[in-house]
């Protein structure tokens, strides 16, 4: 894998944003992070986290929470923030992704709140009864490009990604779903940047939907995803663990934990999203 | 237990708003719902909970994400609302609750994000692996007037909320915490009124912090804290699951869970803290 640094990748090339003016943001969405179609959640909370990051006084994210409004495409964008609070640890920021319509009004895509603050100055303090999923070793995981595709569709983001499931969440790939609301992968960038805290906002929306291990196909639209980035985290691979414990009503919730290669929980993630009618 | 119906109690009383322009609501914060002098961050998410069910085309919360800006006292209070979306299945609003300083100026309190729908429409689908906390029966369980006081210091929340925790989770009240980021208890409200999804907002916040069983004192301020009302909670009382499993660099999250009485997964919660200093 080719080894490229934070701040020279596809990834901050495609996440760059452009201040119009204060607290005013342009940005290009890629069509390089779509999944069919659709622009991956993460990527926009990504871009979107860069442009907070910027505006408020602080820079890394803690916690954020977006509310999705309507479905992005692939172009140019906007994205307006909000100073609501400026803390001595935490700042709380607002901020809207907009695109345009044909007349050239704009269409808001996703709203966010957010807290941000400094992981460099948190304590080491760590008393966790957490445990790093249990992920086979990389070499034995599935990805796009281990037949037979693991990830079918024609999704440009396979080709961004180095996501390599755990086989035993892999059944629905050949039309044996397991039946558990569960999928396990070791993630990173194709291009091998390493992880960041604006990257963990891309990562606990970049596997496939545990819908799929139970037997559901289609699109699951997320409503809501609140992400809590908890540790910066150490260079190398990822391991993510998702499950849905909860089908009901037409909706179910995704949990993720991302574990970084110093076996640290760096990203704990929750969404509740609509149940594929497929 | 006297039994009041929904709409006639305390809890109705003291989250009722008047609306004083479309989006605009008057309140006043109710001192009966303070720990020790802070105003319970649940009772303030259900006032303002109440607020956006009127203001958007759908009554129901179904995701409501709040970041805590400033601390709440009681007393008046507005609530602005806005309405970001209105969609056929779904509507997404934002509100601020604000108070005022000396000079008459408003202070912003909590910001929220929430997505509305209409419970009732939910389709019957159930297919959850989740299981419902195991509890004593209510009888075996502690309250704040069974001494030693598990809930000891002069909180006027104690009086309004009927809460039994489980001995297990109990510990920390005689000075024996177990050690686990676990809280365990029944809950109602004192004068029998029914729970339903805004009196939801308020359970999801109302158990004693985890990090009491944690051998931590203290206060424990909520940064973040998303809810997701997955069902309409049929009558009688709620068990309240709350753990946390990672505390480190000064920050914990509280996952809660609450169950109904027909044994529904009826909201999860996911809440970022801050770790006391005590």
């Known amino acids: 894998m080719a080894q490229v640094s934070i701040g020279d990748s596809e990834f901050d090339r495609d996440t760059a944003v452009t201040r119009r003016e204060e607290g005013v943001y342009d940005a290009e969405l890629s069509a390089g992070w779509t999944i069919i179609q659709a ?9 979107i986290g860069r442009a907070l990051g910027d505006a408020l006084p602080h820079s890394d994210p803690f916690s954020v929470s977006a509310h999705y409004v309507t479905a992005s495409r692939p172009g140019p964008a906007v994205i307006r923030t909000q100073t609501v609070r400026s803390g001595r640890t935490l700042s709380t920021g607002q901020a809207s992704l907009f695109q345009y319509a044909e007349d050239g009004t704009e269409v808001e895509r996703i709203r966010v709140l957010a807290s941000y603050g400094d992981l460099d100055a948190l304590s080491d303090d760590v008393r966790t009864t957490a445990k790093p999923p249990s992920i086979p070793p990389i070499e034995h995981c599935l990805g796009s490009d281990d037949g037979p595709a693991p990830i079918p569709g024609s999704s440009a983001i396979t080709d961004r990604l180095m996501l390599k499931l755990d086989p035993a969440t892999c059944g629905w ?27 963990l906002l891309l990562t606990v929306d970049a596997l496939p939907p545990t819908a799929f291990e139970l037997g559901l196909k289609g699109w699951v639209p997320t409503v809501e995803l609140t992400t809590h980035i908890r540790c910066r985290p150490a260079p190398g691979p990822l391991r993510v663990s998702i499950v849905t414990r ?33």
């Open 246 to 278: 909860n089908l009901a009503g037409g909706f179910l919730e995704e949990d993720a934990e991302v574990w970084d290669s110093a076996d640290r929980l760096v990203a704990q993630s929750r969404q509740l999203a609509l149940v594929p009618r497929g």
């Open 39 to 47: 622009v991956n959640g993460g990527y926009l909370l990504a871009l």
């Open 173 to 199: 790939a050949v039309g044996a779903p397991s039946g558990k609301g569960e999928m396990r992968a070791w993630f990173g960038l194709s291009d091998g940047r390493d992880a960041d805290p604006l990257s």
